[in-house]
């Protein structure tokens, strides 16, 4: 079945296998990578339709998958937060670089998010990290210690691209990393399927959790496409920057 354009400002994709191919981003900064962050919720905005910790599988539909996998070929790296990888497993291309935050080392070494080189997989984590944790992480991935008390995502940034040359970074969650992201203004795009499901449930997290902005502010975001596929639905949205001090990392 054809996908339906209800509006498209960037491309004219006819077909599910088209969404996305040829996606064309602007170009990055010179302090950091473009980072889009790649979302599925329900309705109601649940990122997970089982337990409050588990992971998005039964959110989106088949294309929703697809059009995952699309994004990840169109990046140069792909980052998540702890929460997510101790979700369940983390499966990735082989020669895509990986990146995960942390705040505290609790990840799950056996995770298959690990079985690839340690130049292909970073933990991004704060200084105050004890001795053993770091020694522990080390034996999977390269260690990036960027912040004292709390993991400094804008050097993270500059340091990846600096010295891992990643121009484009596609982030997949959880919602405290998106949170922090997006009030430090170092994300610049919103890929979001709306799966037509409700859910419900005060103790489910959604897109954006942590911390969040003040009363009296929110953050503007600018439709650049819709597509439909039955009952599921594509969005695309630019954000803008308007960077906020707190922060909150998985």
């Known amino acids: 079945m054809p996908l339906e354009r209800l509006l498209d400002l960037t491309e004219s994709p006819v077909s599910p296998d088209q969404l996305y191919q040829h996606i064309v981003f602007p170009a990055p900064p010179e302090?950091?990578?473009?980072v889009y962050i790649n979302m599925a919720s329900?309705?109601?905005?649940?990122?997970?339709?089982?337990?409050?910790?588990?992971?998005?599988?039964?959110?989106?539909?088949?294309?929703?998958?697809q059009l995952f996998r699309r994004l990840q070929r169109t990046a140069d790296a792909v980052i998540i937060g702890g929460g997510t990888l101790r979700a369940g497993p983390v499966i990735y291309p082989p020669n895509l670089p990986r990146y995960v935050v942390t705040r505290t080392g609790d990840l799950p070494l056996e995770n298959r998010f690990f079985e690839t080189t340690l130049e292909q997989t970073f933990v991004i984590a704060p200084?105050?990290?004890?001795?053993?944790?770091?020694?522990?992480?080390?034996?999977?991935?390269?260690?990036?210690?960027?912040?004292?008390?709390e993991a400094d995502l804008a050097e993270a940034f500059w340091r990846m691209r600096q010295e891992q040359k990643v121009r484009y970074l596609l982030c997949e969650g959880g919602g405290l990393l998106n949170d922090a992201?997006?009030?430090?203004?170092?994300?610049?795009?919103?890929?979001?399927?709306?799966?037509?499901?409700?859910?419900?449930?005060?103790?489910?997290?959604?897109?954006?959790?942590?911390?969040?902005?003040?009363?009296d502010f929110y953050l503007r975001a600018h439709l650049l496409s819709?597509?439909?596929?039955?009952d599921e639905l594509y969005l695309r949205y630019r954000l803008e920057h308007t960077p906020v001090s707190w922060r909150a990392v998985e």
């Open 31 to 34: 302090h950091r990578p473009y």
């Open 226 to 230: 819709v597509y439909r596929d039955g």
């Open 42 to 65: 329900t309705l109601d905005g649940k990122i997970v339709v089982g337990k409050p910790h588990g992971s998005a599988v039964g959110v989106g539909g088949p294309t929703d998958q």
């Open 127 to 149: 200084k105050k990290l004890p001795a053993d944790a770091q020694a522990r992480l080390r034996s999977v991935a390269t260690l990036l210690l960027c912040g004292e008390e």
């Open 181 to 215: 992201l997006l009030r430090e203004g170092l994300a610049d795009e919103l890929f979001l399927t709306l799966a037509p499901k409700l859910k419900g449930g005060a103790h489910l997290p959604t897109s954006v959790g942590g911390i969040g902005f003040p009363p």
